[in-house]
């Protein structure tokens, strides 16, 4: 029922892990099915210099966190935020429809630890 | 360890025809394609098949003749006749029926149906094993309960009911009993009489019959109306002419589950155990679904905690082993099993469940190979899930 990108991704999933000292940490739980994703980023200049998830859910879930860490690796933070859940659906070449949700996590994830991260600057920039 | 070939382990999902099935349903294809109605000779070969078929099924349940077995087009039917052909004829004695929380969609959604027609329903809880209550029956039961129709066993957790007092504590009002017997049948001995049951659904699929058959055996007076109006084929109670090949199929199948079945569940009983405690004590945080002993002999029904289903599905397919899962990610309406969360168990706990059936193919080597890769499976998940504890992830 997956493309074979998807299982590949299943498969070997790249940048499976956490970041112990993340400049953000984004966790989102799926509404859908009870699914849970984090994504932890480390930020340099603006760039999204490291990223890596871990994911409760099922093979789509864990392929489409597996994605959006490839595409959003190396990426200026604005550029990052852009990427919806049909790029990530996209570059897995297609989901089946009742698992398009899924990808949402992932996007979703992204953006709260985009958000995280500039909220820590923030509070950061306050206490200096 | 070598992959020793495909692995199919699901077979609540669909069995495979046994070849003796198939053998004994060719010619009712090819030559005997007479209605068993027509009056003249081509007719004669096909109803004297339907009647021997009865006589097999009869024979595999005890019943006290063969005009008590209607055929259908499967469980799904056999549930619908049941629970709304009698709900309707008896609408004047009560307009209440009673079921169980943990049933089949085929008898939970029949049962919603007839909710929206002004008849009352209770869903009687289980415990965490699956088994019905029987306090809460004795409770619900009243003087307009016209029907109780509860499963012989799951299919998903394996949990066999106490059908016996559950017949007698209904009988002591006036209510019919109803057993779904689809995920039982051919597996353990049903006895309608000495258990007491009314009305039971059958299947041939889950037999090692043809998809597509099913019966209903009704007792002798019990008070039903058709709900396909037609011919009249069937006493009436099933318009519509009879599916022969299959049902001739549907008659093999009952007669060699009579012969062969108390070697064959002694057999997967044993597979059965093997697979289960293999995987309890391969897998940390690996639980039982269902009940340890009153359990059908084909079912290991195992959760695994951190980690969701379908990845373990995916996983498993990959090294060539058919399973299934009752985690909310696998479900067309992506919500956990209702039998599952019936039994106490919370979202993230259903989510690792996966269900092993065995069948007459299976072997031991198949169980032996199934346990060993289960351990890498599940901790190459664990590994990739933020709830699994961190103490968990150093010593796996
Ligand atoms: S995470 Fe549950 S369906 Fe994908």
């Not at chain 1, 299982?7 to 953000?24: L, S, T």
């Not at chain 1, 999204?48 to 789509?60: H, P, Y």
């Not at chain 1, 550029?79 to 949402?104: F, Q, W, Y």
């Not at chain 2, 799951?154 to 689809?182: C, F, M, W």
Request: glycine letters at 8%; proline letters at 4%.
């Amino acid at each position: 029922m997956y493309s074979e990108k998807v299982m590949e991704h299943f498969k070997n999933p790249r940048n499976m892990g956490e970041i112990k000292d993340a400049d953000g940490v984004g966790t989102v739980g799926n509404p859908v099915c009870g699914d849970m994703m984090t994504i932890y980023i480390k930020v340099k200049d603006n760039r999204i210099e490291d990223i890596k998830f871990k994911t409760f859910g099922c093979g789509a879930a864990i392929a489409t966190s597996s994605m959006i860490t490839e595409l959003a690796k190396g990426k200026a933070l604005e550029e990052a935020l852009k990427i919806t859940r049909k790029d990530v659906a996209d570059a897995l070449e297609g989901l089946p429809p009742i698992k398009m949700h899924c990808s949402n996590l992932a996007a979703d994830a992204l953006k709260l630890a985009i958000e995280d991260y500039h909220k820590k600057q923030k509070s950061k920039e306050g206490a200096s | 360890m070598s992959v020793p070939r495909k692995i199919y382990m699901d077979h609540t999902a669909g069995k495979p025809i046994d070849s003796r099935v198939l053998e004994a349903m060719l010619s009712y294809m090819k030559f005997f394609y007479g209605n068993p109605f027509s009056i003249h000779s081509f007719g004669e070969e096909p109803r004297k098949a339907l009647d021997e078929a009865r006589i097999k099924i009869a024979e595999l349940i005890n019943a006290e003749r063969k005009e008590s077995i209607i055929f259908t087009s499967g469980a799904t039917e056999s549930n619908n006749l049941a629970i709304k052909g009698v709900a309707n004829r008896n609408a004047d004695r009560g307009k209440h029926i009673i079921t169980s929380s943990i049933e089949h969609m085929s008898v939970l959604n029949p049962c919603k149906f007839l909710k929206t027609k002004g008849f009352n329903v209770t869903f009687l809880p289980v415990d965490s094993y699956g088994v019905i209550s029987l306090e809460s029956l004795e409770r619900e039961l009243k003087d307009d309960t016209i029907l109780v129709s509860v499963q012989y066993a799951n299919g998903e957790i394996g949990t066999i009911q106490p059908i016996k007092e559950i017949s007698e504590i209904v009988h002591r009002k006036n209510a019919y009993l109803h057993v779904d017997a689809t995920a039982a049948n051919g597996l353990i001995p049903i006895d309608v009489r000495k258990d007491g049951i009314d009305l039971l659904t059958l299947s041939s699929n889950d037999m090692y019959g043809p998809k597509g058959v099913g019966a209903l055996y009704i007792r002798e007076g019990v008070r039903i109306e058709p709900i396909l109006h037609g011919g009249g084929q069937e006493r009436g109670l099933r318009s519509g002419t009879e599916n022969v090949p299959g049902i001739v199929g549907f008659g093999k199948a009952a007669e060699i589950a009579k012969k062969e079945m108390r070697e064959e569940s002694e057999r997967l009983s044993r597979l059965r155990d093997k697979l289960i405690r293999g995987l309890l004590e391969s897998v940390p945080y690996s639980f039982l679904n269902g009940h340890p002993t009153m359990r059908l002999p084909d079912n290991a029904a195992v959760r695994f905690s951190f980690i969701e289903g379908e990845s373990i599905l995916l996983s498993l397919d990959m090294m060539g082993v058919a399973a299934s899962s009752g985690s909310a990610c696998t479900a067309k309406t992506l919500e956990p099993s209702h039998v599952l969360m019936a039994t106490g168990l919370k979202h993230e706990e259903a989510h690792g469940s996966v269900l092993f059936t065995l069948g007459r193919q299976n072997t031991e080597e198949e169980v032996d190979y199934v346990i060993s890769i289960m351990p890498d499976i599940v901790k190459r998940l664990r590994a990739i899930s933020p709830l699994t504890p961190k103490e968990l992830m150093s010593n796996v």
